[in-house]
C-alpha cells in the first residue's frame, strides 16, 4: 500500500531510511561544490533520493540513481521504476535513473566520466545495494573511481541484524576489505563502531583506471595510474640533495609517482629521512632497490650506478635525475617525451656541447637527466658492460661512456629539462655553446647544479669562470645561482629542514674550506718542488 505526501508515493511499511537524516544534514557542511553531484547504488523507491534532491541539492545539482528493478521482468520491479521515476520527477531537480545492476551501470558511468571534459566524480556515494559482501565491495570498487577528492562515501547496512556479520550474505566482510584496502585514502566520519551505516569523507585524488582503451589520447594518460617512474642512484653523502630532488619533483607533479631510489650505500637514519620528506599522498610511492650482485657500483665505484640501474628497474620506461637537481615544473610533459625509437632522451651538455678531447666531436649529452627506453636500452647491456670497462678512467666517466654507446641512439631534449650552468658558465660564449637554445634555460623545468659539491681552491680563484660554480649545499655555496635560495627553500620542507642554519652545517664548511685551501697548498708544493 501507498501513501502520498507532498506528491510522493512512498511505501509507509519500506522507510528504511528517515532515521538517517539528521546525521546526513550534519554532513552537508562538508560538501563544497555548489552543485553537488549524487550517485546512489539501490534507490527503491527514492526517499533518499528525494531527500538529497530537495535539500543537498535545493540550489543546484543532480542524482544518478542505480537499481535494477528486476530487469522490470516482474510487476514489483516495474512498480519500483514507476514511483521513482514520477518521485524525482516531483521534485524538479536533475535526475537520472540507470535501471541496471550495479557493475554495468558503474562501469557505464566509469566510461562517461572519463570523457568528461569538467565536472568529473561526484560529491556523494550512497552504496545501498546488495546484501552479499562480495557485491557490496564490487560496487565500492568501481564507485570509489567515481568519487572526487572530498566525497562522502556512505555504505548501508554496516550493522544490519537479519544476517551475521561474518557471513558472506551480509555487507560488512566486504566494508571491511574495503576499508582495509583503502587505508589512508579517507576518514572516518561514523561516530561510534556500532552506527548503522559506515560513513566516510574521500582524502584521495579522483583515479578512474582501467578502462581507457589503448588508442586513448594522452590527456587520459592520468587515469591508466601507472604514472611516472623516477630513479635516483645515491649513497648516504648524497642522501639530503636527493630529498629536495624528490620533494621538488612530488610538489610540481601532481599525478602518480613511483620513486625508486638505487641503495649504492644508504645508512638507515637517511633512508627513513628520506621517506619522511615525501608529500602526504597516496599516488606517491617510494621504493628502495639493492644494487644487482657483482656490481659495476661495487666494482668501480657509484659513478657507475646509472649502468646498474637499467638491469634491476622493474619498469621499461623510466626518468633517471642526478641528486643534485631542482624540479620546477611538473614532469609530465618530459615524461610523455616522444623518444622516436631511440633508447634514451637527453639534454647537451651545455659545458661541452660536442665533447672533448676523450671522445669524438660530435653533439654531446649531459647525462644527470635521462629518458630511458629500458626494454630497448637492455638489448645491449653486455655492450655496455664491456664499454665501462674500456672507458673506466674517461675524463668523465659513466657521461663519456653513455656517449659513446649511445651515439646515433638518444632523442635530444629541450635545455629546461637540464638546465646547467645558470649564472656561470652558460653565460660564457663559445662557438659551440652559441649554437645552443640557450634561451630555453630562463624558465626551466629541472635545474641541474653541476661541478663539485666543495669546489678546489683553482676554481674558486679562476679569473674566466666567475661565479665559480658549486652546489649550494657545499662550503663556497653556489655564488650566482638564480635558484640556490628555491633549493634550500625546498631542503626546509624535507627532514633536513633547518640545515642551513645549523652548527653542524657552519662545521662543515668550515672543515671543507680549509681542507680545499690545505690540498691546494700541496699540489701548489709539489708542482714547484718537481720544477
Not at 129 to 150: I, M, P, V
Request: hydrophobic residues 40%.
Amino acid at each position: 500500500m501507498s501513501a502520498s505526501t507532498n506528491g510522493y508515493e512512498f511505501t509507509p511499511s519500506q522507510d528504511w531510511f528517515t532515521q538517517n537524516i539528521p546525521y546526513w544534514k550534519s554532513l552537508f557542511p562538508l560538501v563544497t561544490s555548489p552543485e553537488p553531484r549524487i550517485l546512489e547504488i539501490g534507490s527503491w523507491e527514492g526517499r533518499s533520493a528525494v531527500f538529497l534532491l530537495t535539500t543537498l541539492c535545493a540550489q543546484g545539482g543532480e542524482i544518478v540513481c542505480i537499481d535494477h528493478f528486476d530487469l522490470m521482468h516482474t510487476p514489483a520491479g516495474r512498480e519500483r521504476h514507476r514511483k521513482l521515476s514520477q518521485n524525482l520527477l516531483q521534485t524538479g531537480r536533475p535526475f537520472r535513473i540507470l535501471p541496471q545492476f550495479s557493475v554495468p551501470a558503474l562501469y557505464a558511468l566509469l566510461e562517461e566520466e572519463i570523457a568528461r571534459d569538467t565536472s568529473t566524480g561526484f560529491d556523494w556515494v550512497y552504496v545501498d545495494g546488495s546484501h552479499r559482501a562480495d557485491d557490496t565491495l564490487l560496487d565500492a570498487e568501481l564507485a570509489w573511481r567515481l568519487a572526487r577528492e572530498g566525497c562522502i562515501f556512505i555504505f548501508d547496512d554496516y550493522n544490519w541484524p537479519e544476517q551475521p556479520v561474518e557471513s558472506v550474505h551480509h555487507p560488512r566482510r566486504g566494508i571491511d576489505a574495503f576499508l582495509a584496502l583503502h587505508a589512508g585514502e579517507y576518514e572516518h566520519l561514523s561516530k561510534t563502531a556500532e552506527q548503522y551505516q559506515m560513513i566516510l569523507r574521500k582524502t584521495s585524488e579522483m583515479r578512474i583506471g582501467f578502462l581507457v582503451e589503448q588508442s586513448a589520447e594522452r590527456r587520459f594518460a592520468s587515469a591508466l595510474s601507472l604514472g611516472i617512474y623516477l630513479v635516483l642512484a645515491i649513497d648516504t653523502s648524497y642522501a639530503m640533495a636527493a630529498a629536495v630532488t624528490i620533494r621538488s619533483a612530488t610538489e610540481k607533479t601532481l599525478g602518480r609517482m613511483t620513486i625508486y631510489i638505487v641503495d649504492c650505500g644508504i645508512c638507515v637514519e637517511d633512508k627513513e629521512k628520506i621517506k619522511s620528506s615525501l608529500p602526504e599522498r597516496d599516488n606517491v610511492t617510494l621504493v628502495f632497490l639493492d644494487l644487482p650482485t657483482e656490481s659495476l657500483t661495487a666494482e668501480l665505484g657509484i659513478a657507475w650506478a646509472k649502468v646498474d640501474m637499467m638491469k634491476i628497474l622493474p619498469v621499461e620506461r623510466a626518468l633517471y635525475l642526478d641528486a643534485d637537481m631542482l624540479v620546477c615544473r611538473s614532469l609530465e610533459e618530459l615524461w610523455n617525451t616522444d623518444l622516436e625509437g631511440s633508447s634514451i632522451g637527453a639534454a647537451v651538455d651545455v659545458g661541452f656541447p660536442m665533447g672533448h678531447d676523450g671522445v669524438s666531436t660530435r653533439r654531446y649529452f649531459n647525462s644527470g637527466m635521462l629518458l630511458i627506453d629500458l626494454a630497448k636500452a637492455r638489448t645491449r647491456l653486455s655492450e655496455l658492460n664491456a664499454r665501462v670497462h674500456e672507458m673506466k678512467d674517461a675524463r668523465f666517466r659513466d657521461q663519456d661512456v653513455l656517449n659513446v654507446h649511445f651515439a646515433g641512439d638518444w632523442a635530444e631534449v629541450n635545455l629546461s629539462w637540464n638546465a646547467q650552468g645558470l649564472g656561470t658558465y652558460a653565460e660564457i660564449g663559445s662557438a659551440d655553446r652559441d649554437t645552443l637554445a640557450l634561451g630555453d634555460m630562463k624558465d626551466p623545468g629541472v635545474v641541474h647544479f653541476t661541478r663539485p659539491i666543495h669546489p678546489d681552491l683553482v676554481a674558486v680563484l679562476n679569473p674566466f669562470v666567475q661565479p665559480y660554480t658549486s652546489k649550494p649545499w657545499g662550503y663556497a655555496g653556489a655564488p650566482g645561482h638564480p635558484f640556490k635560495d628555491e633549493w634550500w627553500g625546498v631542503l626546509n620542507e624535507t627532514a633536513w629542514a633547518g640545515w642551513q642554519g645549523s652548527t653542524q652545517y657552519h662545521g662543515m664548511c668550515e672543515g671543507e674550506k680549509q681542507k680545499a685551501i690545505r690540498d691546494s697548498i700541496t699540489k701548489f708544493e709539489t708542482r714547484v718542488r718537481f720544477y
